[in-house]
């Protein structure tokens, strides 16, 4: 095969800035939120302006999520920037839908507060992106939205859903599995190299996202196994908005990478640059999401999405503190007087804690380059860190080393510990490979695929 490359972007989560985002009831919801909503159409203009003239590749890939909550304008208007870049460049644009392009009651804001506005239904995603995908595939699985697209010569991308009209985030049953085998080894049989894109990660992005059940593929060793043992060592995802590449192996041996990126809309803002170099052998490259026209205070693009990030985990701290129930209702936790109090002083406790003085409640001493950091500080960096990739905390830091004290500490009282699909893991281990990075650089990389 000749060398192939293409551009992937993430959680577009485009938002028609005319239905609405505005108001107190809109600022009080941003508080919360990792991604920007009000500033998407501006953010994807821009980046979709720099694909336009980006001219290392002429495919780009899209791997879910691509309005903000199934808006009807919404995919008017990003279906619209598809044709645009389509018709400018001449690139070929292939797509895969997620569970936040489809809903019956998707919402805008303004000053009136929370508004309803015109959703989307499953089968309507077919008419908004056909010509992405879906009408030129060579395989097409309709009550999916899923295909198989020549990408050129030697190379063909899978492209699976696993969020389906009536049910998201679904398990693959038997068939749809038997499915993409037949399209893996139709592949093989023609001499083509497979790779695959699906929006929900096939392995959790950091060790400890494993627990939650929405942050990766449901029964995913299955899905491993169907690809890998059938010649697909390789695919790439979205939907947690973080920035990671990982690896694991079938049951028979065979490699099979996860390269999951960043959204476009938030905190890490990245794109990817692939480079197949032949069968076994892809190069990551990432490039940051180009800034955008808003009014960001005086920021740059990066930085303001930073400060969106921080700003959702500060809040939360400052909500345990100031406003218990408040902080109880997003975390969908009980909320009785008693849990209330219990918040409360603990959020009295955490704004005022040191690194070094949570260490002294934990009999474990400090390093004393940050031991007069306030907690709160230090953990919103940690938060952001797992999310940005490349996690620095690892040991041989003043901060990796503080928190193996802690976690070893902590580990008598974690008696079990489970990931969401039964697994079990060990409390140190899945902590240390949290918040420090041992493995594969998350931004650039050379894979070797067998």
Wanted: proline share 3%; aromatic share 10%.
């Amino acid at each position: 095969m000749e060398p192939l490359k293409f551009y992937l972007v993430t959680d577009t989560h485009y938002f028609r800035n005319s239905l609405g985002a505005y108001g107190k009831a809109y600022d009080e919801f941003m508080e919360t939120q990792q991604k920007c909503f009000g500033e998407t159409q501006a953010i994807n203009e821009a980046v979709f302006d720099w694909l336009t003239t980006a001219d290392a590749a002429d495919i780009v890939l899209i791997a879910g999520d691509l309005s903000f909550n199934g808006e009807k304008e919404s995919h008017e208007g990003f279906s619209r920037l598809l044709h645009e870049l389509k018709e400018k460049s001449g690139k070929r644009i292939y797509v895969v839908t997620a569970g936040h392009d489809f809903n019956d009651h998707p919402f805008a804001f303004n000053d009136t507060g929370r508004i309803e506005v015109e959703g989307t239904k499953f089968s309507e995603l077919y008419d908004y992106y056909k010509d992405f995908g879906y009408d030129d595939a060579i395989e097409f699985n309709k009550e999916h939205l899923s295909y198989v697209a020549q990408l050129s010569d030697g190379v063909r991308l899978l492209v699976i859903c696993n969020d389906i009209d009536g049910e998201k985030h679904i398990t693959y049953d038997d068939e749809f599995l038997a499915w993409m085998a037949a399209q893996a080894k139709k592949a093989q049989e023609d001499g083509q190299m497979m790779i695959a894109m699906e929006h929900s990660p096939v392995l959790p992005g950091q060790p400890m996202l494993a627990m939650i059940g929405d942050a990766w593929q449901s029964e995913s060793q299955k899905l491993v196994d169907t690809l890998a043992d059938n010649g697909v060592h390789l695919i790439f995802t979205g939907h947690m908005h973080n920035q990671s590449i990982n690896v694991t192996e079938s049951a028979n041996g065979n490699k099979f990478y996860d390269v999951c990126t960043g959204s476009a809309i938030g905190c890490p803002a990245y794109l990817r640059l692939v480079t197949l170099k032949d069968e076994a052998t892809a190069e990551i490259e990432s490039i940051p999401v180009p800034d955008f026209e808003w009014d960001k205070k005086g920021m740059t693009g990066e930085e303001y999405l930073k400060v969106q990030f921080d700003r959702m985990i500060r809040t939360f701290v400052d909500a345990m503190r100031d406003d218990p129930a408040r902080f109880l209702g997003k975390i969908h936790a009980k909320n009785t007087p008693a849990i209330r109090r219990a918040v409360h002083i603990l959020g009295k406790r955490l704004s005022k804690l040191t690194v070094g003085g949570l260490g002294r409640l934990l009999f474990v001493r400090a390093d004393p380059q940050i031991k007069d950091v306030r907690f709160v500080d230090f953990a919103v960096d940690l938060v952001r860190s797992i999310f940005e990739g490349n996690q620095p905390y690892v040991e041989g830091t003043p901060g990796g080393d503080t928190l193996m004290k802690i976690f070893k500490k902590l580990r008598p009282f974690v008696k079990t510990l489970k990931d969401s699909q039964g697994n079990q893991l060990d409390f140190v281990e899945t902590m240390k490979h949290t918040v420090g990075n041992y493995g594969i650089d998350d931004y650039n990389a050379v894979l070797k695929l067998k």
